[in-house]
């Protein structure tokens, strides 16, 4: 079962699909609790459409391709809806909607567009060097610390989008004065993981680690931590069974990491259900 860790970019595809896997997971407990599932499709195509314009222009690779997910974020921290009629998921999905079209409008002015597009979705990340490695656990490392240091704040935060009146705690949080800046990290945050991440793997298998794990892990687990820890195991299986249906049959990497969290979550969904009737049952 372990053959494939002989080649060396194998070895490199588990090193940075644990890493990102890890710290999207995590967030995803944030996103989900927090009812913005869209806001990673929307920065990542976000981030998608900063590397197209930066291939478009000819410069600016690195830097306008951070530029774009910085204020993507930085938008979407200050986007208020006050309208009940409308939802922060609605203005999201249309972001994501424009920019996606955009993106593809300039990818169509390179000479590859059909693959661009292909490697934009999905990524190559079976390509990835020690040098983007090392970037990202930089990136990924000073993101996961943060968390962990202010874990308190920005759980507190995501309670008060999960409970709005029932939480009194939540409430005064909301009220104080640096409600605002706590919510800015966050997208900040998640702007920064997505940036970097999409570069490696692309939208969707992005998308899926920030989603699929933290979903799962809510159906099983009732707890902050066991939702934590549950959703970054999932995220270390869906790493490692992901490469393994790819390398030994022949797979695209980033459709199989894809598909894997999507049987994680079947099963986490079967399980979920069996554990429901049996409660209706007693």
């Not at 938008?75 to 955009?102: F, N, P, Q, W």
């Not at 002015?109 to 597009?117: L, N, V, Y």
């Not at 240091?149 to 409970?163: A, D, G, S, V």
Request: proline content about 2%.
């Amino acid at each position: 079962m372990f053959e494939m860790f002989q080649l060396s970019f194998i070895v490199q595809a588990f090193i940075v699909s644990i890493i990102i896997g890890v710290v999207l997971s995590y967030l995803g407990v944030h996103v989900v609790g927090r009812g913005i599932v869209f806001v990673d499709l929307a920065l990542g195509q976000i981030s998608s459409l900063g590397v197209a314009f930066s291939d478009y222009v000819g410069h600016g690779q690195t830097i306008i391709p951070i530029a774009f997910a910085l204020g993507g974020a930085l938008l979407m921290s200050l986007i208020t809806i006050s309208d009940k009629r409308l939802k922060l998921e609605a203005v999201i999905g249309i972001i994501y909607a424009v920019a996606s079209a955009a993106t593809v409008m300039l990818i169509s002015k390179t000479p590859h567009g059909d693959s661009d597009i292909q490697e934009v979705l999905f990524g190559n990340i079976l390509s990835v060097n020690w040098g983007q490695i090392r970037i990202v656990g930089i990136i990924f490392g000073i993101i996961g610390a943060v968390h962990l240091i202010f874990h308190k704040k920005f759980f507190l935060l995501t309670e008060t989008f999960e409970n709005h009146e029932s939480s009194v705690a939540a409430n005064i949080f909301r009220e104080n004065k640096w409600f605002k800046f706590w919510n800015f990290i966050f997208y900040i945050s998640i702007g920064l993981a997505i940036v970097f991440a999409v570069r490696t793997s692309g939208v969707i298998p992005v998308f899926s680690f920030l989603i699929i794990p933290s979903v799962a892990a809510i159906m099983l687990c009732k707890s902050n931590l066991y939702i934590t820890i549950a959703a970054i195991i999932m995220s270390l299986l869906a790493a490692y069974f992901g490469l393994y249906v790819s390398y030994h049959y022949d797979f695209p990497a980033g459709s199989s990491l894809v598909v894997v969290l999507g049987g994680i979550f079947v099963i986490a969904s079967v399980v979920y259900l069996l554990r429901g009737k049996k409660k209706a049952a007693e």
